[in-house]
């Protein structure tokens, strides 16, 4: 099991990128939370699970994860 706890991923998001949700981050912010999760083993999600089209055309919000 590759879980990370809340306390661990709030942990991670405050040190790494100074704010206290994932709503707070900025594109910067984002990307390097992204390359440390990959670094934990997590593997990103398939394109089509959040809709590619969407993604695209510019209509993906990363605010509404």
């Known amino acids: 099991d590759r879980g990370l706890s809340d306390e661990s991923y709030r942990s991670a998001l405050a040190h790494l990128c100074g704010v206290t949700s994932a709503k707070e981050l900025d594109n910067a912010g ?4 992204m390359g440390y999760l990959t670094w934990l083993g997590f593997a990103p999600a398939a394109a089509g699970q959040f809709g590619l089209q969407a993604v695209q055309a510019g209509g993906f919000d990363r605010s509404q994860l």
């Open 30 to 33: 984002f990307d390097l939370m």
